[in-house]
């Protein structure tokens, strides 16, 4: 199975639409987003193509491959407008390997979650990479539309267990299996 794994869309509905058209163009099975879909946060500017509401049409549009984490700038009110739930943590079994997943605010390579398993996926900082720390594969997609510290926009790619960071054009930035 192959996972698109995004995160900080910060209302976007440029960037939304984007990461639909890449769950196509990848041949994903799922998307995973790791949190902060609507607002864009009070230390954040406006994203290009600012548009909660747009966003939420089209992640609803794509409710039953869509599984969401819950992010610091995500807010009870948010589940009004969404036909899915947004889940405080995750983890995703992947040819037997554990995976956990967070939006980044409790958690990071930096201090890892207690029994994370093979690998932690996060967003949060806005700055993708993949790294080993000790046993443990750390992964930050990045976000998709206000990446920080020159960084590209990025997502994640996993396709059994080998991961990849591209960018928006499919690029790969960096590699790694599980």
């Given at each position: 199975m192959k996972?698109l794994?995004?995160?900080?869309i ?9 990461v639909?058209d890449?769950?196509g163009?990848e041949g ?6 790791l ?6 946060g ?7 193509g ?9 992640l ?17 009110v948010?589940?009004?407008i ?9 983890v995703?079994i992947?040819?037997?390997k554990k ?5 980044g ?6 201090a890892?979650?207690k ?9 949060h ?9 000790g046993?443990?594969?750390?992964a ?6 206000l990446p ?5 926009r ?5 396709d ?5 960071l591209k960018d ?11």
């Amino acid at each position: 199975m192959k996972f698109l794994i995004a995160s900080d869309i910060h209302g976007s509905r440029i960037y939304a639409q984007r990461v639909a058209d890449l769950l196509g163009e990848e041949g994903a099975d799922r998307l995973i987003l790791l949190g902060d879909i609507y607002n864009h946060g009070p230390r954040n500017p406006l994203p290009e193509g600012y548009d909660p509401m747009g966003v939420a049409k089209i992640l609803n549009g794509l409710v039953d491959r869509l599984t969401v984490i819950k992010g610091n700038c995500d807010s009870d009110v948010d589940t009004m407008i969404s036909d899915f739930e947004f889940v405080s943590e995750g983890v995703l079994i992947a040819e037997g390997k554990k995976i956990f997943l967070q939006h980044g605010d409790k958690f990071s390579i930096d201090a890892l979650p207690k029994n994370c398993g093979d690998a932690f996926f996060y967003g949060h900082y806005h700055t993708g990479f993949i790294e080993r720390r000790g046993g443990v594969l750390v992964a930050n997609c990045g976000s998709v539309s206000l990446p920080k510290n020159g960084t590209p926009r990025s997502y994640l790619l996993l396709d059994g267990v080998h991961l990849s960071l591209k960018d928006l054009g499919k690029n790969v930035l960096a590699e790694a299996d599980i």
